[in-house]
Structure formats: structure tokens, C-alpha cells
């Protein structure tokens, strides 16, 4: 077998396991943004589930929840998409709240508190699987939505849709 031979079939055969690597990836996606796990079991919760009491609601009352991180970069437009919601907000830290003047300036004369370091409190409570991360509370202490919001415009379509 000649090297230009042998080089061909490596070649397809390495082209026909990237194909199915591509497909498992390709379902798994799929399954993933259809609620299941992709493996026949059911999915995971994210956060609390809806109707559910709200962990902490003597604490925090009734309103938006945000959980972010400080190095995560989509958290800090989705902190001041949320500023402009007009609705009673707490912005929660895993760690400390980012330095500089946001959490000053968006605190709480915009109706937001900002708590930070609550990666074992809030998170844990809230099972928080990754940031930015939203519960809307009612009025009743009830977790009404629960959802991860990966920009601004999520954040904006979860406020509408509630």
C-alpha cells in the first residue's frame, strides 16, 4: 500500500468519527434545549422550581433576583438592563460585588441591593447552576420563573413573557 493510499484512508477515517463526534454533539445540544438530559432522563432542575416557596423570602422579599459573578462578562449588561426593570431587585454575588461606582450607582435609590459573597448562602439555597442567573419572586413569596438569562435581551424577553 502506497503512502498516498494509506494517507486517503486515514483521512476518511478520520473525517467518519469526526462526523459522528459531531452528531452526539449535535444531539446532546439538542436534547439539552429541549429539557432533557439527552440520555432519557429527565433534566436537571435549574434553581427553584416554579410555584415553589422562595428560599430566604423574609430576607429578600418579593422581585427580581439576579445572581451574577464579577468575572463573568455578560453579568454587568445584564445588571444594567435590569436597572431600568422597575421593579424591586436584588443583584447577588457568589463572591464580591465588582469595585467601582455600578453597585453604588445602581443601589438603593433605583430600588436594587446588592449583596455579595453569597456563594454558599444564596446560590446554595437558590441551586444556582451558573450566572447570570434569574428568579422572579411573587408577591406571595412563591418563585414564579427561574432561568438562566445569557444577555441583556434575555433578561428583557423573561420580563415580558412574566
Known amino acids: 500500500m502506497s503512502f498516498t493510499t494509506s494517507a486517503l484512508l486515514l483521512s476518511w477515517v478520520a473525517i467518519a468519527l469526526l462526523a459522528l463526534v459531531v452528531a452526539g454533539l449535535v444531539r446532546q445540544v439538542h436534547a439539552l434545549g429541549q429539557g432533557g438530559s439527552g440520555r432519557g432522563a429527565p433534566r ?12 430566604e423570602f423574609g430576607r429578600l422579599g418579593p422581585g427580581l433576583l ?11 449588561d445584564v445588571l444594567a438592563e435590569a436597572g431600568g ?6 443583584a447577588i454575588f457568589s463572591g464580591p460585588a465588582p469595585d467601582g461606582p455600578a453597585p ?10 446588592v449583596l455579595s459573597g453569597e456563594h454558599d448562602g444564596l446560590f446554595a439555597a437558590y441551586g444556582v447552576p451558573a450566572t447570570p442567573f434569574a428568579v422572579i419572586v411573587d408577591e406571595d413569596g412563591r418563585v414564579r420563573v427561574a432561568e438562566p438569562v445569557g444577555s441583556a435581551q434575555a433578561l428583557r424577553e423573561l420580563e415580558v413573557s412574566r
Open 85 to 90: 426593570l422597575g421593579r424591586p431587585m436584588h
Open 104 to 113: 453604588d450607582e445602581l443601589g438603593p435609590a433605583a430600588g436594587i441591593t
Open 66 to 76: 439576579l445572581f451574577l459573578d464579577r468575572d463573568c462578562g455578560v453579568c454587568a
Open 44 to 55: 436537571a432542575a435549574l434553581g427553584p422550581a416554579p410555584g415553589t416557596p422562595a428560599p
